[in-house]
């Protein structure tokens, strides 16, 4: 039955059943409802999800950030809460009423948050996530009605905030404002809905439809080929990396300590500045990452870090999109997260062992920098080590770590089997550095056949970068 011709009734059990197909099907759906206060949004929500099985819906509501979400990223909350493959989400407002309000009211339209939207928008939909959003809108004498409603009955009169009190009080501003800000944030992939909620079983009947309509739409669409990949001609960098490059052990014993001191109290002064850093650790099997991170790290207060080992996804992180495992360990501000590889893995090792499709590879790249971006734009410190040997190299580290007992641990049958594909991952990985490396989060090619050398290297770059970030604070 086409859905104009039902009533509420029955497409809310309609509903019910479409939302089963989503959930067999697999596909995540992201509801937003935006609006003026007093617009009905609890209402619309609760009229969506009549009939649906509530195992698999959750009801997010947004409000004022908590402090630990105040020193995150300006996403860093939303991903957590975004729906699984095959579940609902229904967002009572969103990162766009944080947007208006840190942005559009007190600093006018900030382009870097607009694109940060539009970037992530982009991301869930072309991981498959259907988003969904609704602004409500009222008029203003019937806005007035509904607050005095609200704010003279005692059993919710607890509803009314400063937000309420402002939009009546500046309706025409805040009607210009949401003007603007629907403008600008209604995309092909993810466009507004506006809905005019004076009469609001009405308004709840255009949303089943809308909401109806677009599951529908959603189960029957047919997979899009992914476009041929275009033909690049990718710099050999790995070529060009002197790996003869050493130091004398005396000068190592003479200089790591002063070198791990400074980054200690760098640390600190990152601390107290509230300044977040995130360091990206990734490099061959046996390169000697964790090493690195172990002498880097060795006199920092381990209250203010927090090393990530990642390895292959778990079930759970296999149900969201790649990138969600990542930021959910962001550090908030002041602290510093270090990752014992990352989402790199995307394009590398899911690269060339068939975990990621090659549209799925090839859309990270850009996905990657926006993500990069992001916390650029945050303004976190980001640093990205590649720490290289050649293979002979690796060979030698793989035999030692067999002979071992205490290192046998370190080394695995997969490690062996990657080993055998050295020069796909050659290849993966002269296109990785050559296409993410940016000016504010740029790969650091750290020469690896002897560990000393890189260590210093490690620790070194990190002090330089720090201070350079402290001397632009400054200026």
């Given at each position: 039955m086409n859905p104009k011709d039902m009533s509420r009734k029955e497409l809310c059990k309609d509903l019910a059943r479409l939302q089963r197909a989503i959930r067999s099907k697999g596909i995540p759906v992201l509801v937003i409802l935006e609006g003026w206060e007093n617009a009905g949004k609890g209402?619309?929500?609760?009229?969506?999800?009549?009939?649906?099985?509530?195992?698999?819906?959750?009801?997010?509501?947004?409000?004022?950030?908590?402090?630990?979400?105040?020193?995150?990223?300006?996403?860093?909350?939303?991903?957590?809460?975004?729906?699984?493959?095959?579940?609902?989400?229904?967002?009572?407002?969103?990162?766009?009423?944080?947007?208006?309000?840190?942005?559009?009211?007190k600093k006018g339209l900030k382009q870097d948050n607009l694109k940060d939207i539009y970037d992530l928008e982009q991301s869930l939909t072309q991981d498959g996530m259907l988003i969904l959003k609704f602004f409500l809108?009222?008029?203003?004498?019937?806005?007035?009605?509904?607050?005095?409603?609200?704010?003279?009955?005692?059993?919710?009169?607890?509803?009314?905030?400063?937000?309420?009190?402002?939009?009546?009080?500046?309706?025409?501003?805040?009607?210009?404002?949401?003007?603007?800000?629907?403008?600008?944030?209604?995309?092909?992939?993810?466009?507004?809905?506006?809905?005019?909620?004076?009469?609001?079983?009405k308004a709840a009947v255009d949303i089943l439809r809308i909401v109806h309509s677009s599951l529908t739409a959603a189960l029957e669409a047919e997979p899009v080929p992914a476009p041929a990949r275009e033909e690049i001609d990718v710099p050999d960098l790995l070529s060009n990396i002197d790996l003869s490059l050493s130091i004398e052990r005396e000068e190592y014993d003479r200089r790591i300590d002063d070198l791990q001191e400074?980054?200690?109290?760098?640390?600190?002064?990152?601390?107290?500045?509230?300044?977040?850093?995130?360091?990206?650790?990734?490099?061959?099997?046996?390169?000697?990452?964790?090493?690195?991170?172990?002498?880097?790290?060795?006199?920092?207060?381990?209250?203010?870090?927090?090393?990530?080992?990642?390895?292959?996804?778990?079930?759970?992180?296999?149900?969201y999109h790649y990138l969600w495992r990542f930021f959910v360990h962001l550090p908030k501000t002041g602290h510093m997260t270090i990752f014992d590889r990352s989402w790199y893995g995307r394009l590398m090792v899911e690269r060339v062992e068939g975990f990621a499709r090659p549209d799925e590879w090839e859309r990270a790249y850009e996905e990657i920098n926006e993500f990069e971006e992001h916390l650029n734009n945050w303004g976190a410190i980001v640093l990205k080590?590649?720490?290289?040997?050649?293979?002979?190299?690796?060979l030698e580290r793989f035999e030692s770590r067999e002979e071992n007992e205490d290192k046998q641990y370190k080394i695995t049958d997969e490690d062996w089997r990657n080993r055998e594909k050295w020069s796909e991952y050659e290849e993966a990985i002269n296109e990785m550095l050559w296409r993410t490396d940016m000016s504010r989060s740029p790969w650091i090619i750290v020469e690896g056949n002897q560990k000393e050398y890189a260590r210093i290297k490690v620790l070194e770059t990190f002090i330089e970068a720090v201070k350079k970030r402290l001397k632009e604070e400054d200026s």
């Open positions: 209402r619309m929500i609760q009229e969506l999800i009549r009939d649906m099985d509530p195992r698999s819906f959750k009801v997010q509501v947004f409000d004022t950030p908590t402090d630990e979400e105040k020193r995150k990223p300006f996403l860093w909350r939303f991903w957590n809460r975004f729906p699984k493959r095959g579940d609902f989400a229904f967002f009572d407002r969103s990162y766009y009423q944080i947007f208006m309000e840190t942005h559009l009211l809108v009222v008029g203003k004498e019937e806005l007035i009605k509904r607050h005095n409603e609200v704010a003279f009955n005692p059993a919710t009169a607890f509803r009314i905030t400063q937000r309420d009190l402002d939009q009546i009080g500046h309706y025409d501003a805040f009607a210009s404002l949401f003007k603007q800000l629907l403008k600008n944030t209604t995309f092909d992939f993810a466009p507004w809905h506006i809905v005019e909620t004076s009469d609001e079983k400074q980054a200690k109290d760098l640390a600190y002064i990152l601390y107290t500045r509230k300044i977040p850093t995130i360091l990206v650790f990734e490099g061959w099997d046996a390169a000697g990452k964790g090493g690195a991170i172990k002498r880097l790290t060795r006199e920092m207060d381990p209250r203010g870090y927090e090393v990530v080992p990642i390895a292959a996804p778990t079930p759970i992180e296999h149900q080590f590649f720490i290289h040997i050649d293979s002979d190299t690796q």
